[in-house]
Structure formats: C-alpha cells, structure tokens
C-alpha cells in the first residue's frame, strides 16, 4: 500500500534533554533523571517529541567529566558528583533564601518644595 501524502524533506535533527528530575529522598539514595526530546527542525515547521529518559544513581566519587554545552567537546575539566550536588544544593539554598527574604521597604524620597 503507498504512503498517503507521502514527500521527501530536508532539514535536521538531534536529541536533547529537557527535563532534569532529581529525587533527594530521605533515608535513601538520590537519583537524577534525564528526560529527552527528539527535536525536527524542517524549511517550514520544527516538530518536538518526548522520546525518552535515562537515569543515574548518586555516587559521591564518581566522576563528570566536564563538556562545553555550546560544542559537546570535552573541556578535560572534571568534577565529582559529590561536588556536583554540593553546587545544586547551593543553588537551592540561594534561591530559597531570595524566596523567603522580604524585599526592603519603598521609602518614598522627600520632594523638594
């Protein structure tokens, strides 16, 4: 049977994550999800489909080894995931502090007259 409407394209594609869960439980190992989307990028639409998630255990001594997010290219940096979640935990403190810290009073300036 023949493809119905079917036609030839040209464009690109890649995959990428989208979403980054982590899991701090208590009393138990924290895990980190990754899920993934499929990105087509075609002369006339661009077409995004969740297709799927790959997942770590944390292991304080593992190693990362560092890429540069604009090339994927190894920077021959490394961090452990210890560190890794030290920084993730910093980011969560900073940000809940901002959250929770009222802003400072408006004190309205004295107009001159």
Same mark, same amino acid.
């Given at each position: 049977m023949a493809? !119905?409407?079917?036609? /030839?394209?040209? +464009?690109?594609?890649?995959?990428?994550? !989208?979403?980054?869960?982590? &899991?701090?439980?208590?009393n138990s190992t924290p895990t980190i999800t990754f899920?993934?989307?499929?990105?087509y990028l075609m002369p006339d639409r661009e077409v995004v489909l969740n297709v799927d998630s790959c997942s770590a255990t944390f292991d304080p001594q593992g190693v990362?080894?560092?890429?540069?997010? /604009?090339? +994927? /290219? &190894?920077? +021959?940096?490394t961090v452990t995931q210890a560190e890794l979640y030290a920084i993730v935990y910093s980011l969560y403190?900073?940000?809940?502090?901002a959250r929770d810290t009222p802003p400072a009073p408006f004190i309205q300036p004295n107009s001159p007259g």
């Open positions: 493809d !119905y409407k079917a036609q /030839e394209i040209s +464009g690109s594609a890649w995959q990428r994550c !989208y979403k980054v869960t982590v &899991l701090n439980n208590r899920d993934e989307q499929k990105v990362i080894d560092v890429r540069n997010p /604009e090339t +994927g /290219e &190894l920077t +021959g940096a403190i900073q940000t809940a502090t």
